[in-house]
């Protein structure tokens, strides 16, 4: 049995974060960071049956072209992640009564669609990102015992590229679900490897007034290449995602509207256009159009 103080369960018997029921959320998840992005997706729903936020974690959940679709906020970072993923998590694959794991496990469709910023002079702002692999350089997941998903040989080529500096912790690799990757993918999307940092001033290199710890690191990320991958963009969940998706067997896939170009300094016009656009894309593809 899984004691009260290691899951937490609201009065109501919900999930302490998430607010959230089994009969809450569909098999289909889609993650945005942004509560107010929520809405920006379900209004195009042709209904919706549920809706509830506490904190920055919105869930809403309803009826696209006859799929039933969650659509929840984690707002920012890979912390807000564990928390997402694990009580999701929870939802299907605990009894949530007896405290004890279920035997007949599910597996969730997570898809990922935020916002992020180019390294590659040639992924221009208003293009879309699909992330083939995530590469966590916030250390989230390393608490974990992820040896059997995350990708060593990527991990150490980065390394040795970067010259990482190992005191920041070990970057970590995991792949998207492929299965997922055949339903979203087209030519109107470019493919790489997104980094996951753990902030987003010195993390993804950002000077304001703070010296950091390597102030060549986007150049160096920006030329890595793996078996043809380039890093295309950095964010700060996409790695995190994959990880806890793959150790509790569930698929996941990433997709980001590239809002900003960090190799050329340029930043969108119109984001929320792109992002709309990303929106209506993801949906059409996830209900078989
Ligand atoms: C930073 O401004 C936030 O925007 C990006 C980053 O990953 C981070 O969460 O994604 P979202 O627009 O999905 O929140």
Sequence with gaps: MIQASELILNPDGSV???????????????FVGDQNRVEKITQFFDSIEFSTQKREFKTQTGIYKGKRISV???GIGPDNIDIVINELDALVNIDLKTRQPKENLTSLNIIRIGTSGSLQENIPVDSFVLSKFGLGLDNMLRSYLIDEVSNAAIEDAFIAHTNWDIRKGRPYAIACSEELEKIIESDKIFKGITATAGGFYGPQGRVL????QDEELNAKMDNFTFNDSQITNLEMETAAIY???ALLGHKALSLNAIIANRASGTFSEDPYRAVDKLITYTLNKLAGN
């Design 243 to 245: 990880g806890l998706s």
């Design 209 to 212: 007034r703070l010296n950091i």
């Design 16 to 30: 302490y974060h998430l607010n959230l029921l089994p009969e809450h959320i569909a098999n289909d998840i889609i």
């Design 72 to 74: 929840m906020s984690t």
